[in-house]
């Protein structure tokens, strides 16, 4: 099993920044991907961003030089900038291992004048 905790999300205005983090414990041994998934209020989930634990990247188009993830073993942040309403979500962190995935519990994320 591994367990995943986010923290950094909030309130922040349009064009402002926050930094995402998440701690993996447990059997954090051999996880593959990390990521960062959002949902918003009557939307399906979607990827944000991954990375490998060979640091390969993806991010979805719509952040694509707006946001950066990276990993330092088994944390995984999020770094966004420049921040639209639109980003406006619940953040859940998200881990792989085996072909299994974990989900932290989400943090908000508010994107609001």
């Known amino acids: 099993q591994v367990q995943l905790v986010e923290s950094g999300g909030g309130l922040v205005q349009p064009g402002g920044s926050l930094r995402l983090s998440c701690v993996a414990s447990?059997?954090?041994?051999?996880?593959?991907?990390m990521g960062w998934y959002r949902q918003a209020p009557g939307k399906q989930r979607e990827l944000v961003a991954s990375?490998?634990?060979?640091?390969s990247t993806n991010y979805a188009d719509s952040v694509k030089g707006r946001i950066t993830i990276s990993r330092d073993n088994a944390m995984v942040y999020l770094q966004m900038n420049s921040l639209k309403p639109e980003d406006t979500a619940v953040y859940y962190c998200?881990?792989?291992?085996?072909?299994?995935?974990?989900w932290g519990q989400g943090t908000q994320v508010t994107v609001s004048s």
């Open positions: 998200n881990a792989q291992r085996w072909g299994i995935d974990y």
């Open positions: 447990g059997n954090i041994y051999r996880i593959e991907t």
């Open positions: 990375i490998t634990s060979g640091g």
